[in-house]
């Protein structure tokens, strides 16, 4: 079992920055991917980001050269830099990891809202 807990979702201005975290515990020992999703109102959720054990990185083409997946191994935790934030930005953003099996782990969602 894994537990992800998402933290770091505010209301930034049009042009602003933030940074989401996820850390992660239990069997963390297991995770070989963890990912950013986000999710709209009225929209499907959708991937932004993905960081494999390896430190590979993927982005989602509306967030390249904006966004930036990292992690800090000693914490348990990934993070989410995002800058050049823009209203389509505005979301539930959640953290998703998978383990060996493969088993899926989400966290409760941590909402962004850009808005002047």
């Known amino acids: 079992q894994v537990q992800l807990v998402e933290s770091g979702g505010d209301l930034v201005q049009p042009g602003g920055s933030l940074r989401l975290s996820c850390t992660a515990s239990g069997s963390i020992f297991t995770i070989y991917v963890m990912s950013w999703y986000r999710q709209a109102p009225g929209k499907q959720r959708e991937l932004v980001a993905t960081?494999?054990?390896?430190?590979?990185?993927n982005y989602a083409d509306s967030v390249k050269g904006r966004f930036t997946i990292s992690r800090d191994n000693a914490k348990n935790t990934v993070y989410l830099h995002m800058n050049s934030l823009n209203p389509d930005d505005t979301a539930v953003y959640y953290c998703?990891?998978?383990?060996?099996?493969?088993?899926?782990?989400w966290g409760q969602g941590t909402q962004v809202t850009v808005s002047s």
């Open positions: 960081i494999t054990s390896g430190g590979t990185t």
């Open positions: 998703y990891a998978v383990t060996k099996g493969p088993l899926h782990y």
